[in-house]
């Protein structure tokens, strides 16, 4: 269990993505925070699905909108299972639209919530890891941040924002062993993606060198490589995991 004894906290982690994300790093061995808003059933359920690994997965109500609320989550972390070691930004929302119909509150609510929340737990995580020296940030961008994609110009500009982040506040904690990379998920079978007809999967995959959307586990599984020591040496990176998609 090569997490063994590690501490994270996963923003975002009650639904999708994120749920794969924590039930990866408990399994193995890490103690993990997680943070929702609207998904306090879902977050009591993937509590009790953690109870057989035999270590301490606690869920709490937090907008990550909010430093404040980040600062807390930080020492939730801290009171709770007695560190922080990990931090994975997940959390982030999709308001679509052209740009033409796209209202200026919809912009900043996704720029909020996707981008200044890596901000905000990023900024109050650094203090617990510097006094430690040492720390693994991974940061939840897609791959659209690299190729843009219509209807979605402040999703893109969110995950975008997170890609320039992730190698700035790599470059500036890499002397004292914080480690920042990105992960850029293609296509992942969520309750977004569930909703898409067959002739619009068909079109997806044909895209896609591998012939199958992702599921959550692809993600997790990398997020889980950039927490352990085995990745050490990477700092900087953004991580693309689409099946082949953006080359």
């Not at 609207?38 to 953690?50: G, H, R, V």
Request: charged share 20%; with cysteine.
């Amino acid at each position: 269990m090569k997490l063994k004894d590690k501490k994270a906290i996963v923003t975002g982690g009650a639904r999708g993505i994120g749920r794969a994300i924590v039930l990866n790093l408990a399994k193995n061995g890490c103690s993990v925070i997680f943070t929702y808003q609207n998904s306090a059933d879902a977050a009591k359920l993937l509590e009790s699905e953690c109870e057989n690994f035999g270590v301490k997965v606690l869920g709490i109500k937090a907008d990550a909108v909010s430093f404040s609320e980040a600062e807390k989550t930080i020492n939730f972390s801290l009171e709770n299972i007695g560190g922080l070691d990990i931090l994975v930004n997940n959390a982030g929302i999709t308001k679509d639209n052209l740009l033409l119909r796209m209202s200026e509150s919809d912009f900043d609510k996704v720029i909020n919530a996707n981008l200044k929340s890596v901000f905000n737990y990023t900024k109050a995580s650094i203090k617990p890891m510097l006094g430690q020296r040492y720390g693994k940030i991974i940061n939840i961008s897609s791959v659209v941040a690299i190729i843009g994609n219509p209807g979605q110009a402040n999703y893109v500009a969110s995950k975008a924002g997170i890609i320039g982040f992730t190698k700035s506040t790599a470059k500036e904690l890499g002397s004292r062993n914080i480690y920042v990379n990105a992960v850029a998920p293609g296509y992942i079978l969520t309750d977004m993606t569930e909703k898409l007809n067959d002739k619009q999967k068909e079109a997806i995959i044909s895209q896609i060198p591998v012939k199958r959307i992702g599921l959550p586990e692809d993600v997790a599984k990398v997020v889980s490589f950039l927490a352990s020591s085995d990745s050490d040496y990477i700092t900087g990176q953004v991580i693309s995991v689409d099946g082949g998609m953006v080359m």
